[in-house]
């Protein structure tokens, strides 16, 4: 086969796109064909230098958002509370805390000042480094009865109630296999709203509709300072629990980080006994 | 879907595509203005019909698809500014190594060979999606990725012989 129908194929060769036949013709082709293989270098070097870490200009958000905000009854409080410059600060100061109002404000419609993706980006580089900063630990115990219980830590104080710690587990005799996963992405909640006063936001956990998650903020700094979380009953809304913040970690955010934590912790329960282990990040 | 759900999927959307989507609308037309309109459009667009999205086509495909329709509307209405020096740096900042070279042979290249060529190689589609995003058959965009490169290869200076294609026309695997 000539070169130049060869040649024409290289780029369905190198995506994978090819027949099995055909490929193999290619294949064979260019092992024997000194130009052809020149070619195929080429390609390869233009999918290098194709290559790229292009950031989305500020332009393109603000003119997304002015568009979606112009339309009929699309702007509503959030919208506004994006535009606090006080409420920005939060999203950009890092700290593990903070994660939770950045997954609040990511659900609401952006604007010039305060891009949702920053936010977003924000809330995961929080998270990843209170895990890198060894500030995150689960804590599992296994009862006389089989029944596994796992809590988390946050920066020494106990992880709010209401976000989400998805439990899998299995056991052969004994042994407990057990993985946590906290998941703090922003699909974890279904609603997000200011309380009473723009001190408190409230945060409903997704397919959760009878929990409720109260943030308190520092008026002045805005930055959290406790949460409660809240069941409701035939009775009203209640109380189930309640913690306070004390985040260490600063930094710049970090766009790559990951907002899903997981952890496997193997338990061995001796017979008719029970057991508990704590796991710590370790910045891996 | 719920306006709340349906503005974390959008973000979530935007997170995961808004890059690529600039980058291949900046690549096409080749100046910034146009590009963030184009891609803001995209976006935009895939907001307003989330609803009818039935995810047949990555979000991806089916963004840059609303792009390359948006392009040929400008280009239709005479609504597309000419690609100057400044326009072409920005372009060539695209790239992870500033490369004006690159950037200048990409918009050589005949508008209907540029559109294939981004897709595939800029953009990773397969020829089968970028087939079905330019409305042509697969055999159509071997032919014109091939012309695309050669041409390339001819500009940027490529120490082997080449035979440049003549005319366009389809190419197929099989052998």
């Known amino acids: 086969m000539k070169c130049e129908k060869i040649q024409s194929l290289v780029s369905p060769y190198l995506s994978g796109e090819l027949s099995k036949k055909s490929k193999q013709t290619v294949a064979d082709h260019i092992a024997d064909c000194p130009e052809c293989r020149l070619f195929v270098e080429f390609h390869r070097s233009l999918d290098a230098r194709l290559d790229s870490n292009l950031a989305v200009p500020e332009g393109l958000r603000r003119k997304l958002d002015q568009?979606?905000?112009?339309?009929?009854?699309?702007?509503?409080?959030?919208?506004?509370?994006?535009?606090?410059?006080?409420?920005?600060?939060?999203?950009?100061?890092?700290?593990?805390?903070?994660?939770?109002?950045?997954?609040?404000?990511?659900?609401?419609?952006?604007?010039?000042?305060?891009?949702?993706?920053?936010?977003?980006?924000?809330?995961?580089?929080?998270?990843?480094?209170?895990?890198?900063?060894?500030?995150?630990?689960?804590?599992?115990?296994?009862?006389?009865?089989?029944?596994?219980?796992?809590?988390?830590?946050?920066?020494?104080?106990?992880?709010?109630?209401?976000?989400?710690l998805v439990v899998q587990s299995q056991h052969k005799g004994n042994t407990y296999d057990v993985k946590v996963t906290a998941d703090l992405s922003p699909a974890s909640y279904s609603s997000i709203s200011y309380g009473n006063d723009q001190s408190t936001l409230e945060l409903i956990p997704k397919d959760k509709g009878n929990d409720r998650l109260e943030i308190r903020l520092d008026p002045l700094s805005l930055n959290?300072?406790?949460?409660?979380?809240?069941?409701?009953?035939?009775?009203?809304?209640?109380?189930?629990?309640?913690?306070?913040?004390?985040?260490?970690?600063?930094?710049?955010?970090?766009?790559?980080?990951t907002a899903t934590v997981t952890a496997h912790m193997r338990i061995i329960v001796a017979p008719h006994q029970s057991a508990s282990l704590s796991i710590k990040s370790n910045g891996n | 879907m719920h306006e709340s759900q349906r503005r974390i999927a959008f973000e979530i959307l935007y997170a995961e595509n808004a890059a690529p989507v600039y980058r291949f609308a900046l690549r096409l037309c080749g100046n910034k203005e146009?590009?963030?309109?184009?891609?803001?459009?995209?976006?935009?667009?895939?907001?307003?019909?989330?609803?009818?999205?039935?995810?047949?086509?990555?979000?991806?495909?089916?963004?840059?698809?609303?792009?390359?329709?948006?392009?040929?509307?400008?280009?239709?209405?005479g609504m597309v500014h000419e690609v100057s020096l400044?326009?072409?740096?920005?372009?060539?900042?695209?790239?992870?190594?500033?490369?004006?070279?690159?950037?200048?042979?990409?918009?050589?290249?005949?508008?209907?060979?540029?559109?294939?060529?981004?897709?595939v190689k800029g953009e990773g589609f397969t020829h089968a999606e970028a087939a079905k995003t330019l409305r042509v058959p697969v055999g159509t965009v071997y032919f014109r990725v091939h012309s695309a490169v050669h041409q390339l290869r001819k500009t940027l200076g490529s120490p082997a012989r080449v035979q440049m294609p003549v005319a366009e026309g389809k190419v197929s695997d099989e052998m």
């Open chain 1, 224 to 257: 959290p300072i406790s949460w409660t979380s809240f069941t409701k009953d035939s009775e009203g809304w209640k109380v189930k629990d309640h913690g306070g913040y004390k985040p260490k970690t600063t930094g710049a955010p970090d766009p790559s980080s």
């Open chain 1, 67 to 164: 568009r979606i905000l112009l339309e009929p009854g699309r702007k509503h409080l959030l919208a506004r509370m994006l535009g606090n410059p006080l409420m920005k600060n939060i999203l950009i100061s890092g700290s593990a805390a903070t994660a939770i109002v950045a997954i609040a404000l990511v659900l609401a419609p952006g604007n010039a000042t305060a891009s949702p993706v920053k936010t977003l980006a924000s809330m995961k580089s929080a998270l990843a480094r209170a895990v890198q900063s060894g500030e995150l630990t689960f804590n599992a115990s296994v009862s006389d009865n089989g029944t596994i219980t796992v809590t988390g830590l946050l920066d020494g104080q106990p992880f709010p109630a209401d976000i989400p």
């Open chain 2, 86 to 119: 400044d326009s072409i740096q920005e372009v060539a900042a695209s790239f992870e190594f500033v490369d004006y070279e690159l950037a200048e042979a990409i918009y050589a290249l005949s508008d209907r060979l540029r559109e294939a060529f981004l897709l």
């Open chain 2, 34 to 77: 146009d590009a963030e309109d184009m891609a803001a459009e995209a976006l935009v667009q895939a907001y307003r019909k989330w609803s009818g999205y039935k995810g047949h086509a990555s979000p991806r495909t089916w963004l840059c698809a609303i792009v390359l329709n948006q392009w040929r509307m400008r280009q239709r209405r």
